[in-house]
């Protein structure tokens, strides 16, 4: 359910209505726009007589059942673009945020000369794997907490914020002292007790859409980490499984246009692991801005052929700085800056 406000209703009104709902056993979560404010009530719908005896309360304007069942994600609830701050980088407004750097952290010459590269073209946020979720145990699994220090020292000698994954409950905390953002991988993004402690981290959530992950069921994720108390969730549409073979994954540009109109969170797109050829990379990126997404996160190596993981889509600093070029003047036309 939602609380309606009237506009112009004091923060007297607001904090009696809410201490009203908390009463009935109700769990609140305030939006305040620049018009109305909305109490998102989150709790039993059995108990909702009680709740829609509010409207009878001078300063409500309405009740309202929300329909979705992602509550606090939905729109309805949280009318304005969910807007923050990553270490004075802008998310979610007029402004489209870029990350960028290598699937993986290999070494710190590695880091550096990418993270130099990123930087110089324009990137606002470093992006870097030291915990890599592997389809083969075979593979390159990481450097672990000597890829996150790696990445905390990169971070602080470019400026850049980073953002990194994390796979394990256990590992949120050690993660979240690194980084500044936590990623919550395609493989991991219905880990629901994954998703409960990375409620609780303090930092922003990057959730990367599954690969075989219905809309609802991403956003119903993304309800675990604003229920939990975390309102920093950027959503990350990185491609799904269709019966097409040409490309890595399916990237599923549809996916954008609709999450705007069913959440207030903002979207990022992941043109690199979408199309998983570096060729492709561009043409995505500048599609899912087109389509509406808030920013990009694309993976670039300073030597692609001897990267230890996605090497095949990952594009050269020089590339990606010629593709930063080509996205300025679209994000103009599109009414965003860059
Ligand atoms: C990654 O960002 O390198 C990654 C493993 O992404 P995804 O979870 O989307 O496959
Ligand atoms: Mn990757």
Known sequence: MIIVLKPGSSDADIEDVSRRVRDFGFKTHLSKGEVRTIIGVVGDD????????????????????????????????????????????????????VMAGPCSVESRAQLQAVAGGVKAAGAHVLRGGAFKPRTSPYAFQGLEEEGL??????????????????????KVDVVAEHADILQI???????????KRVAECGKPVLLKRGMSTSIQEWLLSAEYVLAGGNPNVILCERGIRTFETSTRYTLDLNAIPVVKKLSHLPVMVDPSHGTGHWEYVAAMAKAGLAAGADGLIIEVHNNPAEALSDGPQ?????????????????????????
């Open 149 to 170: 220090q790696l990445l905390k020292e990169t971070s602080k000698s470019t400026g850049l914020p980073v953002v990194t994954e994390v796979m394990e409950p256990d």
């Open 46 to 97: 059995r108990a909702k007589e009680q709740l829609l005896a509010l409207q009878s309360l001078d300063c409500v304007e309405n009740v309202v059942r929300i329909l979705q069942p992602f509550k606090l994600a939905s729109r309805e609830a949280h009318p304005e673009n969910t807007q923050f701050k990553v270490n004075g980088v802008p998310v979610g407004g007029k402004q489209i945020v």
């Open 185 to 195: 991988g395609a493989r991991n993004v219905q880990n629901f007790s994954l998703l």
């Open 314 to 338: 990952s594009l050269k600093p020089t590339k990606f700085a010629q593709l930063m070029g080509e996205l300025r003047p679209l994000a103009q036309v599109l009414g965003r800056t860059l």
